[in-house]
């Protein structure tokens, strides 16, 4: 109920909106006077038209928080109108495109706070349509209710996303389809006989389409959308008619010449017509320069009225406009000529002020490549623009880098701080120009700044601590290779693991733990069911070395925070623990094998397939 009323209340907005806009001047159109003619059966009854804007939608899940929102969006339609009487109509009206993206909250913890997927709308509506004012007013602004059909379908590029995330943990997005209540309001303006513009805000009330998800997240990444809930939209949108169906006009009344034209019959014959014609020395000018117009007039003694679009200017027999304060545009000058027994004559000119141009040009940089540090000249090649004479550079800027004078300077440009292969980064500078008219512009150029390769270390990320004479990796040690390594492998795809796997010297050789504790790793990263991730085998190095301590002892205690086995806690009290261990490396994709890699080998020809998904 809360949201019906909500729905209510921009149904009184938009009502109010459209009665604002419209009543100053539909009051001047019908107060104190008759229906128009128009007004008696006789109007456009039809009309058809298209229309454009932007969508908003608000999304409310009864007590859920809220999950599925969609961005605003362009829309686009079409619209059929029927007028079949004065204050009355019916409309229908397709919403044939509109885009508004999902965005949802994927569970969490996950590397994203929200995921956006690509989604589509649209609206099959037939409504009435209340006018407030009658068919002949120029300015008609009116209210509309009534049912909708409403359609939610995300992109293809959406449902192959989906499918292709597995950590969304959901295979597509589904299409939606349910009816909605729409309502709003608008104004149409009369333009001409047969076209109309149009402005209009609607609301619809719907169901959230929920889009197939889950509605709880089941693991973190997973995509879902709580239960229930409801939509609610608001369009605000520009359109134009094109009206017919109004009766044909009765045909002219007969006529007579006189003075060479034709008059209904039943008038007297009127005075003459003076004439005049406007010639100007020069019809396009820049602004400041003046334009002298003189004209040709029958009878030669009439009586002179000059106007500059509309405005008085003169009633000498010449004019000279003067542009310094004028805008750029287009400029009639007319004369009125009058004289007694003469019907008044006219003439015109068109005279074009023009525009200051903007400023324009190339900027150069010499040379384009540059080592990081290193310096490169500027050089400008200008155009003034339109109705100036001369450009200058006022500065320069730049994305990265600074300038002086007119020299580049690298020196301060950020590049990654290591990379596997020759470093690029396109530097953006833009040169602020001005011409003698005060106009200004810009002129822009790319400068490429390198570094050469510089080499990543090896990580010892951390050490997998094993339960005394086991081999089983607990859920502390699959935190540590199924989360911490994600982080490296999502920014170095085909970087290496290696796992180096010891035993202490209180434990059993002959149980072989090194061997096997560097095994049961490997599957964990490998397996690629259940829990276990899907590392090729090819990119997990394992190796076993007994008692050997001689490395870099890196515990990682987790017990306060992970539930485990009985038999598979490990008290970081426990001296003994840091030496049951599995050392992991991560080996990026340009950086030499460790030498405490010396020995080591792929998990595939180690035999990890035969392992499994380890429990």
Known sequence: MKNMFGSFGYLALAGGLAIALSSPVAAQTNAGSQPAASDNDNWNKYSIGVFGGVQFWKLTQNGNPPNGQLAPGLAFGVRADQDFTRYVGLEESWTFWAENNLRLTPGQPYTYDVVGLGARNGQVYVGPLFYLAPPS??????????????????????????HDVAAYNTLTLATKLAPALSFGGGVKFGVTEHVNFRLDVRGTYTENPHWGLASFPATPGS?????????????????IDFAWGKHPVAPPPATKECHGRQIPIDQPCPSLQAKASVSADRTTVCPGEPVHLTATVDPPDATYRWTINGEQAGQDKSLTFDTGNRPAG?????????????????????????????????????PPEIWLGDKSALSFNGNAGQCATSVQVTGYSTSEGSVSGSTYDSTSVQLASAACSEQRKEVKVTANLKNDRGATGTA????????????????HVADIIFARNSARVNNCGKRILLEELKTYRDGDPTGKVLLVGHFDKGELKKLHLDEKRALNAAAVL????????NFNVSQVLVQSIGEDQSGELKPHFCESSVTERASDRI????????????????IPTCTEVPASAAGAKDAGSAGVAAIGCPK
């Open 137 to 162: 007013s120029r300015v008609r602004p009116f209210l509309t209710v009534g049912p909708a059909f409403e359609y939610f379908k995300p992109t293809f590029d959406a449902t192959r996303q989906v």
């Open 526 to 533: 490998t397996a690629a069911t259940g829990i276990c991730s």
């Open 571 to 586: 008290n970081a009290r426990d001296k003994r623990a840091e030496y049951r261990r599995v050392e992991v490396w991560w």
């Open 444 to 459: 822009a150029t790319t400068i490429v700044v390198k570094r050469k390769q510089v080499a990543l270390p090896a990580v």
């Open 223 to 239: 995509l879902y959308d709580p239960p229930r809930g409801s939509q609610f939209g608001l369009l605000a949108s520009l359109g």
């Open 330 to 366: 287009s400029y009639t000058i007319a004369l009125a000529v009058s004289a007694p027994g003469y019907d008044s004559g006219t003439g015109s000119v068109t005279v074009n002020v023009q525009a200051v141009g903007i400023p324009s040009g190339t900027l150069t940089a010499n």
